[in-house]
């Protein structure tokens, strides 16, 4: 039953999230269930809460669609349709509303769960390394920001509003991605972090050195 379920939720998020052109499809999606499941393997947690919140995370962000408040109503609806308890809704909503660095920005977000924790940590490694620098890169062109300009420092950034204001591709990985090692969770998500945050280091040194 928790099989066709879980499927259902799949289906669900690749029907909203198939055609994304801004580095949140299902390729991503299917990175953080598979990150979620190994970091979950040694946690003690609901596994089918980690992923069902691990594939949905994204099919209510508001940066990704156009109204989020009837993206949360579709999704308790669907949930609701496939017999998930009340409980279990509750615990993935409550992870996917107070899961996002920028939401955390606002000082709004709430204490994550184990589960909770375990998605966050699996997102966040997605936005580091290797993938993470093509997925900045490609957000990036997809909402027009330049790749760098000496003359625009990075921020410091401290509002949600602040994050969505533009600024270069460059200095969103100072604003954000090379923050998230410091603020991963759990023992496993941290031993993957420090390489891809090496990796990420590496890179904006070679960067650097080929613009000058």
């Not at 156009?66 to 998930?84: P, V």
């Not at 009340?86 to 939401?103: A, C, E, G, P, V």
């Not at 090692?181 to 945050?197: H, S, V, W």
Request: charged fraction near 30%.
């Amino acid at each position: 039953m928790e099989h066709q379920k879980m499927k259902a939720i799949k289906d669900f998020t690749q029907s909203i999230m198939e055609k994304d052109k801004s580095g949140h499809g299902m390729d991503h999606i299917n990175r953080v269930v598979r990150l979620a499941n190994k970091i979950a393997e040694t946690e003690t947690c609901d596994h089918f809460i980690v992923t069902a919140a691990a594939y949905l995370h994204d099919t209510i962000d508001e940066k990704l669609v156009s109204d989020s408040e009837r993206a949360y109503q579709q999704l308790n609806d669907f949930l609701n349709g496939i017999n998930i308890s009340t409980f279990q809704i509750d615990k993935i909503i409550h992870i996917i509303k107070n899961l996002s660095f920028s939401q955390q920005l606002n000082g709004t977000t709430e204490r994550l769960t184990s589960e909770g924790q375990i998605v966050q940590d699996a997102d966040r490694l997605d936005a580091m390394g290797a993938i993470g620098i093509t997925r900045t890169i490609y957000y990036g062109g997809y909402k027009g920001n330049p790749i760098y300009d000496p003359n625009i420092k990075p921020r410091t950034l401290q509002s949600k509003s602040e994050y969505r204001e533009e600024s270069t591709i460059i200095n969103h990985f100072y604003e954000k991605i090379l923050l998230l090692n410091d603020r991963l969770n759990t023992k496993y998500a941290k031993e993957i972090g420090a390489k891809r945050q090496k990796f990420l280091e590496d890179f904006l040194e070679e960067f650097f050195e080929e613009w000058d």
